[in-house]
């Protein structure tokens, strides 16, 4: 049997789960990292953003439109590569969480093609 081939909704999912996991990787670093208490709840919400747009995404039905979907994902993808780059040449804790922070605002627009499907 020939496997499926991925579809956006799939595709979508893989890349919020990516995201999710890519901050959890991290977390422990990034919050010594922190240096107020402003940048420690940025990081502890883009975090429980992840999660939460990973778990709604799991529950939604098949998007329809796949072009819009796939050019976020493509979006969110280059911002998780961008975050990783900056966490592994120790940049400054702002521009990660600012990073992260435009990573959850991609995921919260696929959400939203999603829910529209």
Known sequence: M????ANSFDTA??????QKVQIENNLLSL??????????KALADSYHSAVAQYETALTMALVTNDAAVQSNVGQISTIQQQVQDAIDQAAAIAGILNKIATGIQIGTSILKMMAAA
């Not at 020939?2 to 081939?5: A, F, L, S, Y």
Request: charged share 15%; proline share 10%; net charge positive.
């Open 2 to 5: 020939t496997p499926k081939p």
């Open 31 to 40: 919050q010594a990292a922190c240096v107020n208490d402003s940048q420690r």
């Open 13 to 18: 999912v893989a890349a919020l789960l990516a």
